[in-house]
């Protein structure tokens, strides 16, 4: 039995179709809090992702989506992954490996990820996304290879500099105002 | 579809943090810089506030 720090908090993750359980729920950006609010349970209904709710002591402190998604990885992040400037799948690859010649990689998205507000700033926003990671990794069915997040940049407000934070690097090229897919290496 | 369904023990935290370092050491050896590096400490940092229990 591992030792288990007393600061350590418990949290609950359930999946749910039912995005009614969110109605008390605001991160503090007014467009995702919209979005929750008013268009993500046709999402879930139409399959588009699926849902999970974060608790802690019952109280919905967050909630993500995920989606598999085809990632674009353009031709000179692909070049950077083989010069070994950006992390890069850990497999057998020859630099002209017919892996690289493909534009699409199969991946895990998470669509929407967002904290409530009075609970921000306490690592659970990074904590989920390690937490998906490692799910990912243990799962044998998963053969995917990267985790994918199209960070969010709208009105003055970039998810980017999180996302970075979170070890996640720029799939494509990074232009003003424009959200930005970024991956992170799945290690097994 | 993406294995978070299936119900498990709870995630003992720590665990993780170790294979993690280790896969790393393993897998990325002479190919991480110190961001990368930076990053896996921090991530194994995080992962050890937590436990999960799933419902």
Redo the contacts between chains.
Sequence with gaps: M????L?????????TKDSSLLSDFSCGIESIDDFIHSELQSYVDMGNC?L?LVRENSVIVAMYC?D?LNLYISEMTKSKMRE?AK??P?KDLDPDDFYWLKPFFDS?EITYLAVDKSKQHN??G??II???????A??N??ICDFVAVRALKCNGYSAIPFYK???FYAAEEEQAERNLFMYRVV?? | ?????SKELP??????ATN?RK??KR??TG?LNAS?KK??T??AK??????????
């Design positions: 591992e030792k288990q720090n600061n350590t908090r418990k949290l609950t993750i359930e999946k699926q999970f995920l598999n070994g992390p890069m850990q895990v690592h659970i990074s904590f390690e937490y998906i990671l490692k799910e990912i243990a799962d069915n998963n934070k979170c070890g290690i097994r | 579809m993406l294995g978070i369904d995630v003992v935290k720590g665990r993780y993690a896969a790393v897998a990325h190919q990368d990053t896996m921090r991530s995080i992962l050890e506030e937590f436990v999960v229990v799933k419902e």
